[in-house]
């Protein structure tokens, strides 16, 4: 059933809509969690080291729309705003940002909405990320609503150097000098580096770990 936003006003409407996005941050922070107890469980692994989950202020909203040219009303948040509900994972491996992803798709009830791999493409500034922009269904007592959440998947590094961007960005409002940004895009890259060192050397860890174990059960 699609939900009929009232206006921006309305105090309860806007009550109700926060209940919604509310709502699917834990529906999809739940399934994250059964997601690694299971993986935990089959593979003695955890892909997830944690989770932050937020909702965007009303303040940041109207910031957004009168950006995009929008009023703020309801009905335009809902429509044009899809990171009101956000949820930001964070792994040790980009290969289990991938793992993740994967196993989001295959969930029946999620329905993914659109894919940005900032990851194999990286934004000019050197940001990497994986964004999901999904919807759930969340059961009211006399409708059912699909509801928007915005999911990004980083590794460790690559959320450290976003934080620093972002304050960044918020301190020089988006006009930082030029040797601070080129500085913080050499950051990116080292970055880079070290996620693919990491990864290759827990490959290794992994595979000498398996190998001794193989062999240990021939003699």
Same mark, same amino acid.
């Given at each position: ?33 059964? @997601? ?10 955890? !892909? ?58 295959? #969930? %029946? ?12 493409? !990286? ?13 759930? !269904? ?13 999911? #990004? ?40 580096? @070290?996620?693919?060192?990491?990864? %290759? @050397?827990?490959?290794?860890?992994? #595979? ?8 240990? #059960?021939?003699?």
């Amino acid at each position: 059933m699609e939900y009929n936003a009232k206006d921006y006003g309305e105090v309860d409407s806007w009550a109700t809509t926060l209940l919604l996005y509310n709502s699917a941050l834990k529906e999809v922070g739940t399934k994250l969690e059964i @997601l690694n107890d299971e993986f935990q469980h089959i593979h003695q692994y955890n !892909p997830i080291e944690h989770i932050k989950s937020r909702i965007k202020t009303p303040e940041s909203i109207v910031r957004k729309l009168k950006k995009r040219g929008y009023e703020s009303t309801l009905d335009n948040m809902i429509k044009y705003v899809n990171d009101i509900a956000g949820i930001r994972i964070i792994c040790s491996f980009t290969s289990d940002i991938y793992r993740i992803a994967e196993m989001l798709r295959n #969930q %029946s009830d999620i329905k993914v909405i659109s894919i940005k791999d900032y990851i194999k493409a !990286p934004k000019e500034s050197g940001y990497k990320s994986y964004h999901m922009l999904v919807s759930v !269904p969340i059961y009211l007592s006399d409708s059912v609503v699909d509801t928007k959440v915005e999911i #990004q998947i980083r590794t460790v590094a690559m959320d450290f150097w976003a934080s620093l961007e972002h304050k960044m960005n918020y301190k020089f409002e988006r006009n930082a000098p030029e040797h601070i940004v080129t500085e913080l895009y050499e950051c990116a890259m080292m970055v880079s580096e @070290l996620d693919a060192k990491m990864l %290759s @050397l827990n490959e290794e860890i992994q #595979q000498t770990v398996a190998t001794e174990k193989e062999n240990s #059960q021939t003699t």
